[in-house]
């Protein structure tokens, strides 16, 4: 079984590689990694980066905690109008799982993500059986793809 106690933001700190999501977002873009920085206020600097057309992106937001192990991401600069809610469903040294609610401009869905972009394959297999097991994972386990992962 797959400990769903919530991390908190210190316990993300790093980088994280997408390396299995249901997120259609994905599907188009390559070399998905997430970076968390904690704040002193308690609150995360979330920087997302991945390539598209082969040319690099980025997508900067803080995310405010609003309870254990959930968060309200808002956008920096050119996204600052743009919020979104998300949680922490599992974490256990080297993999997180977090569910995004649906927005306007995203579905809602999940990121599996391990501390490198090619984790071990039989470790990733026995973290996405356990899935189905875990609350507000399981709807998405049968849409789960793997991003492309060129460099890094």
């Given at each position: 079984m797959i400990d769903p106690s919530p991390a908190a933001g210190n316990d993300l700190s790093g980088?994280?590689?997408?390396?299995?999501?249901?997120?259609?977002?994905?599907?188009?873009?390559?070399?998905?990694?997430?970076?968390?920085?904690?704040?002193?206020?308690g609150r995360v600097t979330d920087t997302v980066t991945y390539r598209r057309r082969g040319r690099e992106r980025m997508?900067?937001?803080?995310?405010?905690p609003t309870g254990p192990g959930t968060w309200q991401w808002r956008g920096v600069g050119a996204t600052r109008?743009?919020?979104?809610?998300?949680?922490?469903?599992?974490h256990e040294e080297p993999w997180l799982v977090t569910l995004f609610e649906r927005t306007p401009f995203t579905a809602a869905g999940v990121d599996v993500c391990w501390r490198v972009p090619a984790p071990e394959p039989d470790a990733l297999a026995r973290v996405?059986?356990?899935?189905?097991?875990?609350?507000?994972a399981a709807?998405?386990?049968?849409?789960?793809?793997?991003?492309?992962?060129?460099r890094r």
């Open positions: 980088t994280w590689y997408v390396v299995r999501t249901s997120l259609p977002f994905w599907r188009r873009r390559s070399d998905p990694a997430i970076g968390y920085t904690p704040l002193p206020d997508v900067l937001g803080v995310d405010t109008l743009l919020t979104s809610r998300w949680q922490v469903l599992a996405c059986e356990r899935l189905g097991d875990v609350p507000g709807p998405y386990v049968d849409r789960l793809f793997a991003p492309m992962h060129e």
